[in-house]
């Protein structure tokens, strides 16, 4: 699974675990749901250190301390959480204009 989809799932919650056989989450107790606030700045964290992991790792690869597959992957890891990123900024822009378009 995407890690970035993976670590949204810890953040909605926190209790489950993935079942790899059949790809769906399996929830150990029923905690109260985190603020969408919070999941969000989570999220945000997360794939602001996964892009800073890849720019570091790039770094590293330029100065022969790692391989390039260990480039190559990091990089791509970057570019899976950035574009997860954009599309979730799209899809916030796309549902705060249809808030702005209801009538009152």
């Known amino acids: 699974m995407i890690p970035a989809i993976t670590s949204v799932l810890s953040v909605i919650d926190p209790g489950s675990s993935l079942d790899i056989s059949s790809g769906s989450a399996v929830s150990s107790a029923a905690a109260a749901p985190p603020d969408f606030g919070q999941m969000l700045s989570q999220v945000a964290t997360d794939a602001v250190s996964t892009l800073k992991k890849g720019e570091a790792t ?47």
């Open 58 to 104: 790039a770094i590293s690869g330029i100065q022969g301390k790692a391989s390039v597959q260990q480039v190559v992957e990091a990089v791509m890891n970057a570019q899976e959480t950035l574009q997860t990123a954009i599309a979730i900024r799209d899809k916030l822009v796309s549902a705060y204009q249809e808030v702005s378009r209801m009538a009152i």
